[in-house]
């Protein structure tokens, strides 16, 4: 059981450029989210999904997109990519049962230059 | 904007002491709460959720929350060095399905 895996880890994108960066989990969870985090501060949502073909904006969704065409994968798309999308970025996924808790992929550290 | 603030720190607190965080929310609906600590370059882990009034202990954790002060606290007892890590504080919004989090309280443990 893998848990929630993300790649690439690294990366540097120059201005312009486009990727995609990958989330995949293996607990079978409804829900899935991505978050970046700057330097120093919390987490803020960029998009999440609540099942398959279901997804929805959170606080920074500017400047990115997302689709979710399976329960496993939840990726995360930039297009022309800006330095103010310099972060580290997390996905985490959330079951139905339990105590709600929202498991953490590594992150991958996105650098726009 | 629901809003969730913590003290960004560091707080500093000499080993077997108490480490005592603190958080406060705005989102007056909301009914879950977690704590999380990130260690430097990986990824939140959740070490206490909290979803009632009062105190919840889990080994050297205890968590509390006062709904009416809209208020969540972590406290963590015999402090290690190995506790040395920023401690995220999150609340599920009222709506459900999502969480907000504060920009954490770095915690330094001095041997």
């Known amino acids: 059981n893998a848990g929630v895996t993300q790649t690439p880890k690294f990366r540097i994108l120059k201005i312009g450029q486009s990727m995609t960066l990958q989330c995949t989990q293996d607990?079978?969870?409804?829900?899935m989210y991505w978050y970046r985090q700057d330097p120093g501060m919390g987490l803020k949502l960029i998009y999440y999904?609540?099942?398959?073909?279901?997804?929805d904006k959170g606080e920074v969704p500017n400047g990115y997109n997302v689709s979710r065409s399976t329960t496993e994968d939840f990726p995360l798309r930039l297009e022309l990519a800006a330095p103010s999308q310099t972060s580290v970025y997390f996905c985490?996924?959330?079951?139905?049962?339990?105590?709600?808790?929202?498991?953490f992929g590594p992150g991958t550290r996105l650098t726009v230059l | 904007q629901k809003e969730v603030e913590q003290n960004s720190g560091p707080l500093s607190v000499p080993e077997g002491a108490i480490a005592s965080l603190n958080c406060t929310y705005s989102?007056?609906?909301?009914?879950?709460f977690f704590w999380y600590r990130q260690y430097s370059g990986k990824s939140p882990e959740l070490i206490m959720s909290?979803?009632?009034?009062g105190d919840k202990e889990d080994g050297r954790f205890t968590a509390q929350l006062n709904k009416a002060s809209q208020y969540v606290s972590l406290l963590i007892r015999d402090s290690q060095p190995s506790d040395s890590a920023t401690y995220l504080c999150?609340?599920?919004?009222?709506?459900?399905?999502?969480?907000?989090f504060g920009g954490g309280t770095r915690v330094l443990v001095k041997p």
């Open positions: 989102d007056r609906g909301s009914q879950s």
């Open positions: 607990m079978n969870h409804n829900y």
């Open positions: 909290i979803y009632s009034n």
């Open positions: 985490a996924s959330r079951g139905l049962a339990g105590d709600n808790e929202q498991f």
């Open positions: 999904s609540v099942g398959a073909g279901i997804t």
């Open positions: 999150a609340v599920e919004q009222a709506a459900g399905n999502k969480l907000t």
